[in-house]
């Protein structure tokens, strides 16, 4: 098999998890999610986002996957994370992780029922002929940087402090 | 996007689309199914099927997909369907589809909450060291010709008269 399919089981040489990297990453990746949520190109759930990436990756910009500890205990999310992880690396669909759903939740969730399920969150494409914003940029950049040292799936660490 | 993630939007050119090998690879579908059963290597069930291939993907040496009529309504089952397929891809694992869910069923169930499930049907490895059989030896090629003509997930006519 391929590197990719053991990210979930080989974490990455600690040489390459640079804190402030993930750190910065997390800071860029908390902007795009705020600015994505005020322009309605953002979803929220693992069963939306399959639908919509499956149905038109061309339009998915950004995906997040939130593995925290509760994740090693559900076994049909680990599927889908694998599942969805392949999706985004076949097309070209940059993909990172988050340990703090909680937090992520807090940044993207109005809804109670969101809260819930923020295991994965979409950033849909902005509409056409207007460029990505420079926070998703960076993160397009840095995705592409780990990629090149075999990691598929990098975390990284968004800030506190809610929205 | 890539051409594969339009598989089930774009059937292949009727010109490559030969009965006659549909036909042929189906009868070898059927034996290699119908071997892998008796030796225990059948995994029958979306779910079943995917938590064997994301856990150990190389134990996985075939996977078909029953895309009947019915399947068309059933969103959850076409972002499987095609998650599933993208993993495959990825994970150098041969597929194919069937239009005839109760026929597959027919050959590999053996309880009534399989004919139920049959919408993704695996055949694992054989113990190591021993040879793939000439059947699914045969559906290997296959896969692999119909790759060659960018047809990512061929279709195949199981034959009928049930086991």
Same mark, same amino acid.
Not at 113 to 130: R, Y
């Given at each position: 098999?391929?590197?990719?399919?053991?990210?979930?089981?080989?974490?990455?040489?600690?040489?390459?998890?640079?804190?402030?990297?993930?750190? &910065?990453?997390?800071?860029?990746?908390?902007?795009?999610?705020? &600015?994505?949520?005020?322009?309605?190109?953002?979803?929220?759930?693992?069963?939306?986002?399959?639908?919509?990436?499956?149905?038109?990756?061309?339009?998915?910009?950004?995906?997040?996957?939130?593995?925290?500890? +509760?994740?090693?205990?559900?076994?049909?999310?680990?599927?889908?994370?694998?599942?969805?992880?392949?999706?985004?690396?076949?097309?070209?669909?940059?993909?990172?992780?988050? &340990?703090?759903?909680?937090?992520?939740? @807090?940044?993207?969730?109005?809804?109670?029922?969101? =809260?819930?399920?923020?295991?994965?969150?979409?950033?849909?494409?902005?509409?056409?002929?207007?460029?990505?914003?420079?926070?998703? +940029?960076?993160?397009?950049?840095?995705?592409? @940087?780990?990629?090149?040292?075999?990691?598929?799936?990098? @975390?990284?660490? =968004?800030?506190?402090?809610?929205?």
């Amino acid at each position: 098999t391929n590197q990719r399919s053991e990210t979930f089981q080989n974490k990455a040489p600690a040489s390459i998890k640079s804190d402030t990297l993930m750190k &910065s990453a997390g800071k860029s990746l908390k902007e795009a999610l705020l &600015s994505a949520q005020s322009e309605q190109r953002i979803t929220v759930g693992v069963y939306e986002s399959a639908k919509i990436m499956t149905e038109d990756p061309d339009s998915v910009s950004f995906c997040v996957l939130a593995t925290d500890e +509760e994740f090693e205990c559900d076994i049909a999310l680990q599927i889908h994370f694998t599942l969805i992880q392949s999706f985004c690396f076949d097309n070209d669909i940059s993909i990172v992780r988050v &340990s703090d759903t909680q937090r992520l939740a @807090e940044i993207v969730g109005d809804k109670a029922e969101q =809260l819930e399920d923020a295991h994965c969150v979409l950033i849909t494409n902005p509409s056409e002929g207007s460029w990505d914003e420079p926070a998703l +940029e960076k993160l397009h950049v840095f995705c592409e @940087e780990r990629r090149r040292q075999n990691d598929w799936l990098p @975390e990284v660490s =968004l800030p506190g402090g809610g929205r």
